[in-house]
């Protein structure tokens, strides 16, 4: 099973956010993909936006890339300012990362039997982006540590015997987070929310599909697969047919330590008839690895993660050689 439990700021990702997708370079790495998240406005304005996603297993990790308010950032003066807020399956708060007028620095809050704030030592710097990540760990008590590029600054903890559950919600509460009436602006981009896996380190390049490959048993174009709109699809009639594709899209930093995997996400529905499940392979040497399928709902698509850490032909780390350049979905 994957640990992943979302990946992607795209609006087949989040909803109601494709109106705000941008392109200016200062607000993604465009090693990693091809936009971010855009937000302009004054200080009063709230623009929320949430990511919804399983319940984690172990603690959760969110972790993305944030560009403050290019100026006056580090001046909180909204008391109701807000930056994320985290939520269980019943709908309640269990943390948040809260800027506060009076220290004008964001801090880790746990909401627990009672809300404990930590202090903080971070400080938003304007226009200059940064790597945040997140640990969300729920028990017998509610822990939250806040990283700035991999540099811990608020931590807060507090008992839950009440039993609030694990997070399957973040908003981007996105209130308030500069000092002056005039507009200013902001981005966010590279979401990812990890099951027991720290995100901290660790990115993730997004590549689309690009052509048809060695399979073409679908029912529908390519093009519904690489256009980012939800409502155009392939459909598959019957079970164990495939469609493979090559990508194309950033290929990741000249340098890294290490591939800690290959993860291939889809977003899937079952129809009324044919088949009820889904599952990624990848296609290397031309040999077919298939991961585990998953049952997806009739009612809505969800998304469905297939995961490989090793190159599954030999069992070997991935390395940028062993990549694989083709891909595919595979109906069950």
């Known amino acids: 099973m994957s640990y992943i439990l979302h990946l992607g700021h795209q609006p087949t990702d989040i909803s109601g956010i494709s109106g705000l997708l941008s392109t200016v370079a200062t607000g993604f790495d465009d090693t990693l993909d091809v936009n971010g998240l855009r937000f302009s406005g004054a200080r009063t ?3 929320p936006f949430a990511v919804g996603f399983p319940a984690p297993v172990g603690d959760m990790w969110l972790g ?3 560009v403050p308010p290019n100026a006056d950032s580090e001046s909180i003066t909204q008391s109701n300012a807000g930056f994320l807020e985290f939520f269980d399956a019943d709908n309640v708060r269990i943390a948040q990362v809260r800027p506060l007028t009076s220290t004008n620095r964001y801090h880790a809050e746990a909401h627990g039997d009672t809300v404990e704030q930590g202090s903080s030592s971070y400080t938003a710097a304007n226009g200059q982006a940064q790597w945040v990540d997140l640990r969300v760990a729920v028990g017998a008590e509610i822990a939250v540590d806040f990283h700035i590029d991999g540099v811990l600054h608020s931590t807060a903890t507090a008992a839950n015997t009440g039993g609030k559950g694990k997070p399957v919600q973040v908003v981007f509460t996105n209130t308030g987070l500069h000092g002056t009436s005039s507009s200013r602006t902001w981005y966010y981009a590279h979401i990812a929310v990890l099951d027991g896996v720290s995100t901290i380190g660790r ?8 052509a048809i490959a060695s399979f073409n048993q679908m029912v529908g174009s390519i093009d519904a697969l690489s256009d980012g709109d939800i409502a155009t699809r392939v459909a598959s009639t019957a079970a164990g047919q495939r469609m493979s594709f090559s990508l194309t899209g ?15 996400k889809q977003i899937a529905q079952a129809g009324t008839n044919g088949p009820q499940a ?3 392979f990848l296609r290397i040497g031309g040999v077919n690895h298939d991961a585990a399928p998953e049952t997806v709902p009739d009612l809505a698509p969800k998304p469905v993660y297939s995961s490989w850490a090793v190159n599954p032909a030999d069992a070997s780390p991935w390395s940028d050689l062993s990549l694989p350049t083709e891909v595919g979905i595979l109906s069950a």
Request: hydrophobic content about 45%.
């Open 203 to 210: 990115r993730f390049v997004r590549r689309s599909p690009n």
């Open 64 to 66: 993305f890339r944030y």
């Open 250 to 264: 950033p290929t990741g930093p000249a340098s890294v330590s290490a591939i800690a995997g290959v993860h291939l």
């Open 45 to 47: 304005l709230a623009a």
């Open 278 to 280: 889904t599952a990624g």
